[in-house]
């Protein structure tokens, strides 16, 4: 059983940065993601990590976000700099595989989401 809490949303104007993390209720044995889904639109993948440490992202977040482990293994953060009104919506974590590809495949594990809003 996997269970997943995101945390560390909120509103931040455009151009500042903001912190989330997801706690997974016990070791992450294969890869976790962040997803988005704003208003209207489909869900989409942001970033994605291994328990190795191999790293994926979006076209749109590239230089801006950095995904990464604690420690522990345990908690999966991603660091958002430079945000801009386009990136609102709430993010969601994920259990899944990243495949050498570079294709990411979403495990049925989800946390309830953080909302993540930025203003202009």
């Known amino acids: 059983q996997v269970q997943l809490v995101e945390s560390g949303g909120g509103l931040v104007q455009a151009g500042g940065s903001l912190r989330l993390s997801c706690a997974a209720s016990g070791s992450i044995f294969g890869a976790i993601a962040w997803y988005r889904q704003a208003p209207g639109k489909q869900r989409e993948l942001v970033a994605a990590?291994?328990?190795?440490?191999?790293?994926k992202y979006a076209d749109s977040v590239k230089g801006r976000f950095t995904i990464s482990r604690d420690n522990a293994k345990n908690t999966v953060s991603l660091q958002m700099n430079s945000l801009k009104p386009e990136d609102t919506a709430v993010y969601y974590c994920?259990?899944?595989?990243?495949?050498?590809?570079?294709?990411?495949?979403?495990?049925?594990?989800w946390g309830q989401g953080t909302q993540v809003t930025v203003s202009s």
């Open positions: 990590i291994t328990s190795g440490g191999t790293t």
């Open positions: 994920n259990a899944g595989t990243l495949y050498l590809t570079g294709r990411y495949f979403p495990a049925d594990y």
